[in-house]
């Protein structure tokens, strides 16, 4: 079966730095697009960021220059470095593996919490 495990999220003052960390099945991490999305009380889940195969990214407008999305193609992790944290990003951030072309074209992780006082 094909799991999405998730790790470091947690309490963080603003300005601070986390590091979200999301190993997957090798089955489908060196084929599969990966990303991190996120959802706000009230809001709608919404694309962070994310990468493909062959290491091209794509990053929402809010955390450009801010956040990092990277992959670890030997351990089948990908990685959200996030820095200069503003309340505005706390959310339940949720690791994403996408593929356009076998379903169920999406998998998704737990979620993990963010939370940034002000």
């Known amino acids: 079966q094909v799991q999405l495990v998730e790790s470091g999220g947690g309490l963080v003052q603003a300005g601070g730095s986390l590091r979200l960390s999301c190993a997957a099945s090798?089955?489908?991490?060196?084929?599969?697009?990966m990303g991190w999305y996120r959802q706000a009380p009230g809001k709608q889940r919404e694309l962070v960021a994310t990468?493909?195969?062959?290491?091209?990214?794509n990053y929402a407008d809010s955390v450009k220059g801010r956040f990092t999305i990277s992959r670890d193609n030997a351990k089948n992790t990908v990685y959200l470095q996030m820095n200069s944290l503003k309340p505005e990003d706390t959310a339940v951030y949720y690791c994403?593996?996408?593929?356009?072309?076998?379903?169920?074209?999406?998998?998704w992780g737990q979620g993990t919490q963010v939370t940034v006082s002000s």
């Open positions: 994403n593996s996408h593929s356009p072309y076998v379903s169920p074209y999406d998998y």
């Open positions: 090798r089955s489908i991490f060196r084929v599969n697009v």
């Open positions: 990468i493909t195969s062959g290491g091209m990214t």
